[in-house]
């Protein structure tokens, strides 16, 4: 009897990663959630299930890598076979450089770069196994340059995404898809909402990153062939500035 697939989304916010975790589901996949607070995916694990598909919750922190391996190796055991990964933990915030404390900037260090080093790794670890799977990770403007008051953002996202480099040349050979997908500008939720209003109403509908639509993009890129892999992929509105 097959093992069912599983996508793991790793840091599966009220939005992306809520987004990507529900595509997946309706391809089939059983769709294995995790962030540092457990009952908060609840609902989405719910909705996931009413829809007709499986999913389960993790609470995880995804900088500690006794937790990071053991959900690994728990899904492996009891869940299914891991066939795609998804890091989208976040880390965004803006401090000035005087206020910047070295534990802020090794909090936001730890929250992009090492979990990403620490999830990628262990993708890889079970992946390579199959010689098959998909691991992506979500980027953002600060990927490539930065910007006053992200230097901890920016050294995060840039170490993510040299990481995604350095594994996808690695690992590609070997069968394991590595993508990291640059999200530039303001995504759908009820915070930017709140917060970006007057930019909202400015931009209008096609100005602001639709969740489901970054979704789809994380979907096609796990579903491409093996002739044709993309690496990095570019989101962003059309009215986006860059």
């Given amino acids: 009897m097959s093992r069912p697939s599983v996508c793991c989304v790793i840091g599966a916010g009220d939005a992306t990663g809520s987004a990507i975790a529900r595509r997946f589901a ?3 996949y059983t769709v ?4 540092r607070n457990e009952e908060a995916l609840r609902p989405l ?3 996931i299930r009413d829809q007709g598909g499986h999913a389960f919750a ?3 922190d995804a900088r500690r890598e006794e937790q990071v391996v053991s959900f ?3 899904i492996e055991a009891d869940v299914g076979q891991i066939d795609a990964v998804i890091f989208n933990v976040g880390g965004n915030v803006r401090f000035p450089i ?3 404390t070295s534990q802020k ?3 936001v260090w730890e929250m992009c770069a090492m979990a990403g080093f620490l999830v990628g790794r262990e993708a890889a670890r079970v992946m390579l196994q ?4 998909t691991i992506l990770f979500t980027g953002a403007t600060a990927s490539t340059r930065g910007g006053a008051g992200f230097s901890a953002f920016a050294g995060g996202k840039a170490a993510l995404r040299a990481l995604a480099q350095s594994m996808a040349r690695e690992l590609g050979p070997k069968g394991i898809h590595v993508a990291h997908i640059i999200i530039d500008g303001l995504i759908d939720t009820e915070f930017a909402r709140q917060n970006f209003n007057d930019y909202v109403n400015d931009v209008g509908h096609d100005g602001i990153l639709n969740p489901d639509h970054i979704a789809q993009a994380y979907w096609y890129l796990h579903a491409q062939p093996k002739d044709s892999w993309t690496f990095e992929l570019d989101l962003r509105p059309s009215v986006e500035k860059w």
């Fill in 105 to 107: 900037y090794f909090k």
């Fill in 72 to 74: 690994f190796n728990q």
């Fill in 58 to 60: 993790f609470g995880m």
């Fill in 130 to 133: 199959r010689e098959r799977g």
């Fill in 32 to 35: 294995c959630v995790a962030r």
């Fill in 45 to 47: 694990v719910q909705q």
């Fill in 98 to 100: 005087l206020e910047t």
């Fill in 26 to 28: 309706q391809e089939g």
